[in-house]
């Protein structure tokens, strides 16, 4: 039987060097050594496995794509420099000019930018799908030229959920690939694999790093899938820096941990925030008042560590909370050992009209926070105070 999580995250390791170290040293070498050129041949042929290059493997970046696919449940992966290469390769190396790829609208900020002003210059269309839409929906929308589902679950700012069973099957139906960005909710909450995801797709910036110090990112899937996104990796060069596959393989040493007081802090600040007067209303999936809380049960451990609320009053009221606040940071990032506040209407959907906004469940007053592992009583009472000050200002 495979080990826990949490002994998988700890113990796959890299075989140890000569110098029998106890921690995986960083591999900062931008090729490896041939023993002969029979061996540099089979290298290139893909007769044997082995480092070559550090744009296609090192060892720091085999070791954490070895431990996500552990976490993950798939074969194979690929380490990318940032999130949005892996959203990028995930899509394109399955793509060509003349297909259509069906995408929930409620998607992250730069994958939307992809799809709505990228792809088309290539030939590649989309159909975006209200997530709140039912399944007859989605599969009214496929076309024969349809190869490709992303969805994000739970969504960004809106928390709400894609019933990842119900879009596998679809996606299997009609021998579609079902791609998904779990950024949100980590492996250690949810794994798409086992509901019919066939790629999954990480921003590792947020939390498995966790502290807000490396851009990075993954692709994850079967050995077939996955050799054409590494094949693409390979030639156009997105590579992972062998020092941040370092620092990530030693973040996912305390995922479970951290993950598990994230989701304990997340839903403590949810309840203390539905109590509020000043609150019309709180999202978060493990909160029996989110609309779609018996599907987070089913797809999800616990509930993640982001939670939005709805703050009476209008766009200054939202603006007003945030320069209020004391201790939580106001920065562009999330998935944080430092609680984050953020008030998308003001800055990331900006531009969008007020029926945009609506129709991702942005309203004027809506703030975001990510919530992090300071103390919840300090957390709450940062909240609190900045709430009551916002108020007359
Ligand atoms: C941050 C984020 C991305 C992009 O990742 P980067 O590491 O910033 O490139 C993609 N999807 C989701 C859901 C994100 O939160």
Redesign the pocket.
Known sequence: MDKHFETQAIRIQSEKSTHREHSTPIYATSSFVFEDAEQARALFADEIEGNIYTRFSNPNNNEFIEKLCALEGTEDGVATA???AA?FISMAAFLKSGDHVLASRAL?G??HQILTNLFPRWGITHTYVDIHEPLDVWERHIQPSTKLIFV?TPS?PGLDLIDLAALGALAKKHDLIFNV?N??ATPYLQNPAQFGAHIITH?A??FIDGQGRV???AVLGSKELIKEVRFLARHTGPALSPFNGWMLSKSLETLAVRMEKHCQNALELATFLESQPAVKSVKYPFLPSHPQHELAKKQMRLGGGLVTFDLKGDLDRGRNFLNALKMLSFTAN?GDTRSIASHPASTTHSKLTDEERAAVGITPGLIRISVGLEHIEDIKADVLQAMESSKDS
């Open positions: 940032s999130g949005m959203m992250f730069s994958t994000e960004n960005d950024c949100f921003s910036t947020k851009i990075a990112g999330l």
